[in-house]
């Protein structure tokens, strides 16, 4: 479980809670990376309801001047689906400084954020200036 705390968002609190996350989805590592599964319809419209869309026309205005946590994802990778759930517990919990965001990879290819992503899921924290300070990608 994911425990965010109001009072920090340092970088020692997001290298605490970036290590708790890649712990978190290094469980999920034995799952069959071949494995196709659509998102499930309910986890879908949580994910919706808890984190921006970013597209190519809202990235940088969504993001200028805020902490945020980027999940690149892919609806037919099963480690998107699983790492999902994750991401809506994180976001609901989540500090006040601190932003959850989503952009699907798949749809979004040549976009600057997904454009050097090898796998999905990958998730970036991206500070208030646009830079990429930590990432998360599997393997």
Do not use: C
Not at 45 to 65: H, N, P, Q, W
Not at 87 to 96: N, P, Q, T, Y
Not at 119 to 128: A, E, K, M, R, W
């Amino acid at each position: 479980m994911l425990r965010l705390r109001d009072e920090a968002n340092g970088p020692r609190w997001l290298k605490k809670q970036m290590a708790k996350l890649k712990a978190e989805l290094k469980k999920q590592a034995g799952i069959d990376a071949k494995k196709k599964l659509e998102l499930e319809p309910e986890l879908l419209r949580k994910l919706s309801e808890s984190t921006t869309e970013v597209t190519d026309a809202t990235y940088f205005s969504a993001m200028r001047g805020k902490k945020t946590l980027l999940f690149i994802y892919a609806d037919w990778s099963y480690r998107s689906n699983r790492t999902a759930a994750a991401l809506v517990e994180l976001a609901a919990a989540a500090a006040a400084g601190l932003q959850v965001a989503r952009l699907k990879g798949s749809d979004y290819k040549a976009h600057p954020a997904a454009r050097f992503v090898e796998s999905f899921p990958t998730i970036l924290f991206v500070d208030g200036d646009g830079m990429v300070v930590d990432r998360f990608e599997y393997a």
